[in-house]
């Protein structure tokens, strides 16, 4: 269960921290082989530019988490306080819909990369699927931090409301 806790509160973290740490080292590398050595990593182009398109999912999780995703903060600022609320509530129902519409799309992607039409990157040789299924993985993971912040809005509306 403590296992599950910390999961559910740094993965995203943990992911991020491991691809970048890894982007730097063969970035790293390929600078060293292609000016010192005077030879090129032919994959480490293709693997970084894979693997930032996985951080860029992942970072769209966290930044749902961190309530620091993309919003109009001018349409909170001019509202009442008493509809922010429904106004952060529509925002993730509708942001929930734009993950789960792209989830959807992205998810029949990757079934056709691997059982239709499977495709195999020449310069890593890995299959195509692991990298398309960065966006149904972080879209999904976004729609589970934004049903967690919907959950919490409604349970800091009525603890407010208690206070009152």
């Not at 509160?9 to 063969?26: A, K, P, V």
């Not at 495709?119 to 040789?125: A, D, L, R, W």
Request: net charge positive.
């Amino acid at each position: 269960m403590k296992l599950l806790k910390l999961l559910d509160e740094y993965i995203e973290e943990w992911i991020l921290i491991g691809t970048y740490t890894i982007m730097l080292i063969i970035a790293s590398a390929q600078v060293f082989f292609r000016y010192v050595i005077n030879i090129s990593l032919s994959w480490s182009q293709d693997l970084l530019t894979y693997m930032l398109i996985w951080t860029v999912f992942i970072g769209i999780s966290l930044a749902v988490k961190k309530r620091k995703h993309i919003k109009v903060e001018l349409a909170y600022i001019i509202l009442p306080e008493k509809y922010q609320f429904h106004l952060k509530v529509l925002s993730n129902f509708i942001f929930m819909i734009f993950c789960g519409v792209f989830s959807y799309y992205s998810l029949i992607k990757v079934y056709k990369l691997i059982f239709v039409l499977p495709q195999i990157s020449e310069s890593t040789g890995l299959p195509m699927w692991m990298i398309q299924v960065a966006v149904p993985f972080g879209f999904i993971l976004s729609i589970y931090r934004l049903i967690k912040d919907t959950k919490l809005l409604f349970n800091d509306r009525s603890e407010a409301r208690g206070l009152e």
